[in-house]
């Protein structure tokens, strides 16, 4: 006997159906361009890399935009039906259930429903604010890492876990590095003082990103967890093995979410970041996700751990420590490490960008290589807080600086559309606070952030030392987008010599500029250092005040270069001689 289906009942299979395929096809498209990495990497083929890493980040929209256009053309004049959409939800649970990645087909769920809805705040009914399933998705019927019994020959052991990556390409030196691999372990082992070693865990797939793969990995003594991560590089002479990575700072810092996302294949995502968590332990599990590619999951899980923590904390979000932004209103909860910024409705002078340009900045940064100094932001968009949880001076900016972006009711304050970064110290700050040391290190860092910066062809724009931040670990970052633009579309020019005393003392140019048109030898004006650190800067990074450094690595990227940015020390690599940008 036929099942009977309600109107409600059939519109609902057909709607979750058609939300099903859609997330079935862009599983199967992620991990074909994610695969596609490993031969990338045998090849040499960093454009191509680059390539495929630009279309795995568009490919989530474009899919989510075609299903919801079949979803509605499917449910017609139901598409905003409550009641359609509850059934939906329990029959696309079904067709999920089981499934080893079913955390992220609950987001791409929720992706559509959101699109369709605009809801304000969230909508338990209709969406996954919690997984619907009580359990972790899925195990593989397999562990997801390689397992080896510790040997007292490390060498022996690392060169058994190279020959279970097997590649399509030779090693430069493969004997001599792992024996130098084996010295570095050896040595860190005896530092670390944490007894025997009774096992050594790998995850079996490689993490591949720019120009780098990484086997990541675990040695376990007793109840203690240690990463082991095994960095490679593929120069010209063949596959190097670059770095021998056991300190967990170091190993956070390669997962930062300042880093653009690793292509690694995870046909079960959720024990991959329980792996990751073990080594990792201080990094959020939204941000692991977001490390391996599954950015709007990891969203998903950065809004659920903030709810868990408004509902077990009872400070207020306040204006964020910092000078005023000219375009963003930032404000924070301090018993919470994340930043929320909202775009402001007008900008003070002298910006001229709109609202939009602003979007693009932020568009142009998620889709362009981070190279570990642009923070990684998510864009939220209708997000209903307690009016309760936000202080008085608060609600007073929110409401003189961007009304047109918050409703602020009685009960309830709506935000339309916001972003959030993790929290750090503005640099500016940080110099005034930290000891000499400390600042000295900064400064220098700076200086490398801006090189990195320019080394993946971006420009701050605003290379005010207040768009910088400092990272727990003490990296400097940029994070002030508005100015953001490619360094090939800048025109760095010499500031031309005057006859004229007047001209000189002028307030304003006396000399055309052009849009485009940039000053380096004025940065220092800029920065407000004291005599010292503005010595060191200068003896530094000096070249970063004069033209040609521009202009030579603007010809390397219109020559279609690529340099390496490593996400380690220089001291960290094995055979230190080898040249590096870093």
Known sequence: ??????????????????????????????????????????????????DDALERLELYKKI??????ETQAVLGAEVRSKAVWVAMKARFSRCIAGYGDFEIAETFFNSVTRRIFATVGVDPNMEYVDSDFNTPPARSPQPVYHTYEFQTDIAALIATILADYPLAADYADRDGEVALAARE????????????????????????????????????????????????RHPP???????????????????????????????????????????????????????IGYNKHGKTELYRDLLRHLAHSTDKFEIARGDKGMVMLVFDLP????????????????????????????????????????????????????????????????????????????????????????????????????????AREAILDYGQAVKDLAATNIFPG??????????????????????????????????????????????????????????PEEFIKFFGLRPDLRELFIHAHGDLLGVDFW????????????????PYKQSKRLGRDRETSH
């Open 1 to 50: 006997m036929m099942a009977r289906y309600t109107p409600i009942e059939s519109l609902a299979e057909r709607g979750a159906n058609a939300i099903h395929a859609a997330f079935l096809a862009y599983r199967v498209e992620f991990n074909a361009i994610t695969c596609s990495a490993q031969v990338r990497f045998e090849q040499r083929d960093w454009h191509g890399m680059q």
């Open 64 to 69: 989510i935009d075609r299903v919801v256009a």
């Open 185 to 232: 372990i050896e040595m860190q082992l005896r530092a670390l003082d944490i007894g025997p070693i009774a096992a050594v865990e790998t995850l079996k797939a490689i993490f591949y990103r720019n120009t780098g793969g990484y086997i990541v990995g675990r040695l376990r003594s007793g109840e203690r967890v240690v990463p082991l991560v095994l960095a490679l």
């Open 237 to 291: 002479e063949g596959i190097r093995l670059d770095a021998v990575l056991m300190d967990e700072d170091d190993v956070s810092i390669v997962f930062s979410y300042t880093r653009s996302y690793f292509h690694v294949e995870a046909e079960h995502p959720h024990e991959t970041i329980e792996f990751l968590k073990s080594i990792v332990p201080l990094k959020r599990v939204a941000e692991l996700y977001i490390s």
């Open 335 to 438: 018993s919470y490490d994340v930043v929320f910024k909202i775009i402001k409705d007008q900008f003070a002078y002298p910006k001229t960008a709109t609202r939009q340009d602003v979007m693009e900045k932020y568009a142009l940064v998620f889709k362009h290589d981070k190279a570990g100094r642009l923070i990684d932001a998510q864009e939220y968009e209708h997000l209903e807080f307690e009016r309760e949880r936000f202080s008085d001076e608060l609600v007073n900016e929110l409401l003189k600086a961007a009304a047109n972006s918050v409703t602020v009711g009685d009960e309830c304050i709506a935000i339309k559309h916001l972003y959030t970064e993790r929290r750090m110290t503005p640099l500016n700050l940080y110099l005034r606070e930290a000891p000499e040391a400390a």
């Open 462 to 519: 605003d290379m005010l030392l207040k768009n910088f931040g400092v990272t727990r670990h003490n990296r400097v970052v940029f994070y002030d987008y508005d100015e953001l633009c490619l360094l090939t579309d800048c025109h760095f020019r010499e500031l031309p010599q005057s006859d004229n005393d007047d001209d000189e003392m002028s307030a304003d140019p006396w000399f055309y500029v052009g849009p485009s048109d940039i000053f």
């Open 551 to 566: 202009t030579r690595l603007q010809d390397r990227h219109r020559a279609g270069e690529i340099v390496d940015i490593f």
